[in-house]
C-alpha cells in the first residue's frame, strides 16, 4: 500500500536476527487468551523471514514464531493464531529478516484477539403474497438455530422502518 514500511537492506547478516523490525508497546496480552497475527507483505525478490511474538524483555518468551517465503506479489500473510499461557504488558512483534539483502515492504500489520463468533444461517425460500393493498403475507423458511429474532422492516421515502419484530424460530 501507499504507506506501507520499505525496509531496504544493505548488507545481509550471518542469521535473519541480526536484522530485525519490530514493534514495542503493544497492549497487554492476557493468558489464557487466543490471538491472531497478520500482515501483508512482498519483498524485491524471494526472501526468507521469520516473524514472532514475544515478551519484550528477558526471558524472551516466544508466543508465536512462523517462518515464511515472502514472494514479490503483495501477499497477506496469516491470521497466525496462538493462545496466550501467561500475561504479557511488555510484547513485542518482531520480523526477522537479517539472511539476505532483498528489500521488502510491509503493510497492515494486525495483532488482535480472536473473535469466535458464528453467524446465524440466512434464511431462504422467502415468499410475499399480497393479501390486499395494505398487507403482505411473508413466509420463509428458517435455517438457524443460533438466532435471537427477526426484524421484519419497510421503506418509505428513503429509509428502511421496522414494522415488526419476531422471536426466534419463527
Not at 491472531?36 to 518468551?61: C, D, T, Y
Not at 504488558?89 to 521488502?104: A, C, E, P, R
Not at 473473535?115 to 425460500?125: G, H, I, M
Request: hydrophobic share 35%; glycine share 6%; charged share 25%.
Amino acid at each position: 500500500g501507499e504507506k506501507s514500511t520499505k525496509i531496504t537492506i544493505e548488507t545481509a547478516g550471518a542469521s535473519d536476527s541480526e536484522i530485525q523490525y519490530y514493534q514495542s508497546g503493544l497492549p497487554t496480552l492476557e493468558a489464557g487468551i487466543t490471538y491472531q497475527f497478520s500482515f501483508m507483505a512482498k519483498a524485491s525478490a524471494a526472501k526468507e523471514i521469520r516473524i514472532a511474538v514475544l515478551r519484550g524483555e528477558s526471558p524472551w518468551n516466544n508466543f508465536l514464531v512462523e517462518n515464511l517465503s515472502i514472494t514479490t506479489e503483495a501477499t497477506t500473510y496469516g491470521p497466525y493464531e496462538f493462545t496466550m499461557t501467561e500475561e504479557s504488558t511488555i510484547s513485542q512483534f518482531h520480523f526477522f529478516l537479517g539472511k539476505d539483502n532483498n528489500d521488502i515492504w510491509v503493510d497492515a500489520v494486525v495483532l488482535r484477539e480472536k473473535c469466535d463468533v458464528t453467524l446465524p444461517n440466512a434464511p431462504s425460500d422467502l415468499e410475499a403474497t399480497s393479501m390486499s393493498s395494505s398487507q403482505i403475507d411473508l413466509v420463509w423458511t428458517d435455517n438457524a438455530d443460533n438466532e435471537v429474532g427477526y426484524k421484519i422492516e419497510r421503506k418509505t421515502d428513503g429509509d428502511f422502518e421496522v414494522i415488526a419484530t419476531l422471536g426466534e424460530n419463527t
